[in-house]
């Protein structure tokens, strides 16, 4: 009996270190798993302020927008001889300090009445605040050779 008792004692002293290495191996485990969350964060913080850097340098490098508030859009509307209007939504400064460029030149003479324009053509515009219909300020114009501005593929800017 004697021997049996050592034999079970032999195995439960056994089993006891196999269950503290096994406790071992786990809690370097565990604590592998809190340095790889750590190692985790800091990849995420770190992966975030390099996106947050790059887009920045991204946006810094991007040329200005192509669009340009001073290109009249919209159609031309036809008045009579040479003479087209349309209503201008954004304007810097003053209505006669206003200059109108048909493809980068200049065209004038400003401030031209509504019959010259019409008339006589050339490049001739006015700027005026229009109470009537469009509620805003309107731009008489004739083009520089007396086409169509909604046809001849001209752009026309108001500086």
């Not at 390099?50 to 490098?61: C, D, H, I, V």
Request: aromatic share 10%; with cysteine; charged share 20%.
């Amino acid at each position: 009996m004697h021997h049996a008792v050592k034999a079970a004692w032999r195995m439960r002293v056994g089993c006891m270190r196999r269950r503290r290495a096994l406790q071992r191996r786990l809690a370097s485990k565990n604590l592998g798993q809190t340095s790889l969350r750590i190692s985790a964060n800091t990849g995420i913080v770190i992966g975030s302020t390099l996106f947050a850097l790059a887009s920045s340098a991204f946006l810094y490098l991007l040329p200005p927008s192509p669009i340009d508030r001073n290109l009249l859009r919209g159609t031309f509307y036809f008045l009579k001889g040479h003479a087209y209007q349309i209503p201008v939504k954004f304007l810097d400064g003053e209505l006669g300090a206003a200059r109108l460029y048909e493809n980068d030149k200049l065209l004038g003479p400003a401030n031209s009445d509504l019959e010259e324009i019409a008339a006589k053509g050339g490049g001739r515009f006015q700027l005026f605040r229009d109470n009537k219909s469009f509620f805003g300020p309107v731009l008489l114009l004739s083009t520089s050779d007396n086409t169509d501005p909604n046809t001849n593929g001209r752009k026309y800017h108001l500086r």
